[in-house]
């Protein structure tokens, strides 16, 4: 018997688990289902449904020996309890006896049932749960053949109660677990949900505005154990055994939820996350729950368009792939190669962007290739491979010890999931964390501390940071000597960070960035977590990527840094060196670079031809318009036609992520399969057979019959993605780390878990005797003075005016649309109210919004979505801008 | 030689005998289609999709049928009704209903499935086609046929219980 | 409804004062309020919402929990009826029947004109009085449909009489 392990006897088996477990999770060790309602592993336990009632025993205490008492065997009397106790709340003890299966534990099981289904409809045939609910299984299971109360005595409520546009109630179902409540509280940190009254009239409500505001309000539809909570999207789409399941991963953005496409005829019916602990636990987000609708939709492009007499026509294949070919041919023998350029969305899956880098610089001979369009534009992210997170990092386990620091990132709508995370990890598990950022997000409301930057002043927090771990004598001085250089020079140039300046500049107290410092460098493990909203510069990363090393957080597991990436494979685009000056696994290229996406769109390029896929910068700026109508030969391979499809010569139709199968990798490094799910529209292609077949066109012989055979390659060519075959990215998880009983997390698990693999950073190889990472410092642009106005920041919102998620109607209303968001002392000092339009003015430049007042922006700020209709931010701010200082006006 | 000739010769009478008796007796043959053919009461034929008094149908789409079709016959899409499109008294109807008749093998499972009693196998037996997709049946063909004036209107808060604010004490 | 009812927030600042160093003190503020104002205003409840910051639906789901809680502004007189076992089978569903000739109202409403309010309630503990009721403090037993009504007028007219006077 060990000091940290109780053993016990369940229904006469002996197991032993950790001490404070509770008996429900130590019977799940033996297989032993014990039936609950309330219950969820994620959520704290309740004890509401009384379902997991069983026997409980512990050996007799002599009161005068203090001993165990022991029968005329020699063996401990073991004394019940006279009242049998709900498993979900009681922990084990030591000798405790167990009895889930007793007669009596189950005649009171059969009770609870038949109270619970006193005034549950039998409308199981129409109800959307029906064949994978809990209550039904466990009623058969356990529950009783018929019921002794009287029908007209059921409890009626109003039928399809609608909790917003996404979520049904059908209150006469529920049985109150209160799962839907407390996930909105403890996990979503959203408190959308409550229960009123009590007894029979007890019901769920929300009082938000508007009704059920949250992000992640499909999960309650998952975690209901019946038919209660129902989404709006698959109402009635199908019943559940006619399902087909097939394992995808989310592409709506970098955290890379693991998904199932459950389909029918091919269509997709819904989604459902897929367990995967070490990335989305069993949550994903509105967005990627009802995103899909791009999927099946009739603007699919389903044949290829090439341009004659001025308009798109349709065209076979053969015919649109011979005049790519001739075209590049010819402009490659006048122009030479650098007459070529190509742009590639970070949506593609790894083996699209591979060939889509092998394709121009192999076939074409080429470096002007780039992903990073936007707001990415400057984007030169190597900090994953440098100091990225250790493999093996789990957010889901992160808590007591660790240190989170984000920076710049409002993580509730840029990464829904990775905030449940990191929340989760600071209110739940006890994490310090620091949320640093220019403006009021919802992380705030678990960050135990708030930095509140001037817009600009990112990187100077970041030095001063560094700068106060230094001064505080809180570096890990040897693990600098053994793995990094330089950091006499960086402590040189940090003099000029003290954090009384720092502060000055910052506006962020001194004794706070002393406190923050001291907190993350004293830390056991630290996570950085920075976004895009810290500003694009090298100068920020340097500082973060030195502050992870000189506080030795940075190559082991839950260590290091995490970028919060726009799409579902930036990371992905970057390991394969979609980037101008970066060959695939980060190597510099020979000789000189190529133009970056912003030097293609520039206009003054010289860029004669172009290919661009699944990327459509023609709808960010008119400048990057009038640079792609300037080109004599456009190739577009997408997937509707886009603004930038329209002004193509050649449109390619595509596949989308759920027609085919692939890779991404996330935010975390993690690599993941998905697999087919639905037959693409008419003669779409996948990207990289598109690839494929132009560079059969300019005499490549590539020999690709499959995504797995270009994975394969990349596996050989690419040192960083070794091992990471198809058969090893869809190996299913091992039992431990799945929950293979339903009735605990709320859903069914009808696709395989997989767990994706991580590649290695640079500072894990030198923790076993690699090269050592130099320290770098960079200075950071100077901060602007005051100016008179307002800081104006376009920001990233969840549901933004997109091109796939305009396809899905249920989140039609949620949709942002141009606006702008004051605070309440701002409008009332301009003197407009909720609606009203101003005029947004920098520059010459101006843009009429209409207000909206939000009570997270501060004063003097104003916040307003990028990527919607019209793009007006980033008229401001630029299409790679954050911020900027505007007039607002009363129209 | 005599014994064996009035032996046949019985015998043929014998079997005019029961000729000429079975001459006089009803037919059991039908001369179909000429004449209607009776079946027995529990016949199971043709399903039909049966409606409601007030001529909602009874069907809710809740395809039990087809989970319980052991020849995977039938094809269920349910959708959901409203006050202005209702065709069924609950939440849920069969917005596609289709049997394939060709490989229907008429064994009842449906019915027997059927949480309404919606569909039955009735007694029409002719089901003979001259195009192989026309023995693919829609909801149409198999819907009881019904006068469609004299379906009753239900408004939603006739079916279900609308507390204008259920939150009240 | 209860907005026009001029609801002075100003009130709750002592309340929230008293109480502003007690964690979980939000039943006793609900009680203070409901002391200010006769029931729980829904501006009232916004306003703790924001000031515990704990959500609206929180402070819904406990104002509604509790059967001394009333989110609705109730009238001068109040009847409580027990409809506990003895008192149902004594006949409280006739008092019920009774009062809604009389008044027009049932359990859980108030008369249009202010005066009564009548709310069922689970035992008394006065079974031997079966069927019980409770009229401002004023506890009859043994009451009989008849009986009740002109009691509960001559006790809404008294008080009017006494307040003329």
Known sequence: MSDNTVTLIIDGHQVTVPKGTLIVDAAKQIENEIPVFCYHTKMDPVGMCRMCLVEVGTPAINRETRQPELDEAGKPVIRFFPK????????????????????????????????????????????????????????????????????????????????????????????????????????????????????????????????????YSGNTADVCPVGALTTRDFRFGARSWELTNAPSVCNHCGVGCNTVLSTRTGQIKRIMPRQNEAVNEVWICDKGRFGHHFNGSPNRLTTPLVRKDGELVEASWAEALDLVGQKFAAIKEAGGANALGGIAGARLSNEDLYLFQKLFRDVIGAHNIDHRVGLSATLEDETAYTVGVGCGTDLSRTGKGAAILVIGSDLDQEAPVLYLRVAGAAAKRGARLINAGGRQTKLDAQAQTSLRYRYGTATHLALGLLASVVEQKLVDEAGIEARATGFAELKKALQNYATAKVADVTGVDA?????????????????????LEAGNDSALRAALEALALVTGHAGEADNGLIAVLPHANSRGAADMGVVPDRLPGYAPVDGEAGLSAQEMLAGESGLKGMLIAGVDPAAESEAYQAALEGLDFLVVQELFLTETAKLADVVLPVKGAAERDGTFTN?????????????????????????????????????????????????????????????????????????SHYIYEGMSFTADAREGVQWPTLAENNAEGGPKLPLRFIEPAPVAGDED?????????????????????????????????????DAQRLGVANGDEVTVSQNGVSVALPVKINRMVAEGTAVAPRNVAGRPVEKLVGPGGVYATVKVEKT | MIKEVVTSSTEIARAMGVTIKYFFTKPVTHQFPDEPVEVYPRFRGR??????????????????????????????????????????????????????????????????????????????????????????????????????????????????????????? | MTHENGIDLALMDEVFQKYSQQKGALIPILQNAQDIYGFLPQEALQLIA?????????????????????????GRHILKLCDGTACHVKGTPLLVTALGDGYHIQPGETTEDGDLTIEIVYCLGSCALAPVTILDDQVMGRMRPEMMVRKVQKHIKDAQKAAGA
């Open chain 1, 84 to 215: 049998p106790m709900t498993a979900c709340t009681t922990p084990v003890s030591e000798g405790m006896v167990v009895k889930v299966d007793s007669e009596s534990a189950l005649e009171k099981r059969k009770g609870i049932l038949e109270f619970l289904l006193t005034s549950h409809p039998l409308d199981c045939p129409v109800c959307d749960k029906g064949g994978e609910c809990p209550l039904q299984d466990l009623t058969i299971r356990h529950g009783p053949g018929n019921s002794r109360f009287d029908y007209e005595d059921k409890q009626r409520f109003p039928k399809r109660y609608p909790l917003g546009d996404l979520i049904v109630l059908d209150m006469e179902r529920c049985i109150i677990c209160t799962r839907c409540v407390r996930f909105q509280e403890e996990i979503a940190h959203d408190p959308a949900l409550a229960v009123e009254n009590r007894g029979r009239r007890a019901h769920i409500v929300s009082y938000t505005d508007p009704v059920f505001d949250s992000h």
């Open chain 1, 667 to 739: 935010l975390e490094r993690r690599v993941q399969a998905f697999d087919i799910g639905v037959p693409a529209p008419g003669l779409a292609w996948a990207d990289w057979l598109v690839l494929v077949a132009i560079a059969g066109r300019l005499g490549a012989e590539w020999l690709y019959a499959s995504a797995d055979g270009v994975m394969a390659e990349i596996t050989q060519q690419v040192p960083l993605y070794a091992g990471m075959e198809f058969e090893n990215l869809t190996a299913p998880v091992s039992l431990e780390r799945k929950t």
């Open chain 1, 789 to 825: 106005g307002f800081t104006l920041v376009g920001s990233r919102f969840l549901y933004d005016g997109g091109r796939l998620l305009a396809e899905s109607q249920v989140v039609e209303s949620r949709i942002r649309q141009p606006q702008i968001l004051l605070s309440k002392l």
């Open chain 3, 50 to 74: 924001d000031k515990m910051g704990v959500s609206i639906g929180k402070v819904y789901g406990v104002a509604t929990f509790y059967a001394q809680f009333y989110l609705e502004k109730r």
């Open chain 1, 511 to 531: 004794e706070e960035i002393n406190a923050a410092a001291k907190a993350f460098a004293e830390a056991d493990n630290g996570i950085i977590i920075f976004g």
């Open chain 2, 47 to 169: 399903h039909v999709l049966k409606r409601h008094e007030n001529g909602l149908e009874r069907c809710i789409g809740c395809a039990l049928c087809a989970a319980a079709c052991p020849t995977d016959c039938i094809y269920v899409e349910a959708a959901e009704n409203t006050d202005d499109e209702r065709y069924s008294p609950g939440e849920r109807y069969a917005k596609v209903y289709t049997i394939n008749m060709l490989r229907c093998i008429f064994c009842g499972y449906c019915a027997e499935a059927c949480p309404t009693e919606a569909v039955v196998l009735e007694h029409d037996f002719a089901l003979a086609e001259y195009d192989r997709w026309d023995a693919i049946y829609p909801k149409e063909r198999l819907l009881e046929p019904h006068d469609a004036s004299k379906v009753v209107v239900v408004r939603d808060d006739e079916v279900f219980v609308n507390v204008s604010r259920w939150g009240k004490k």
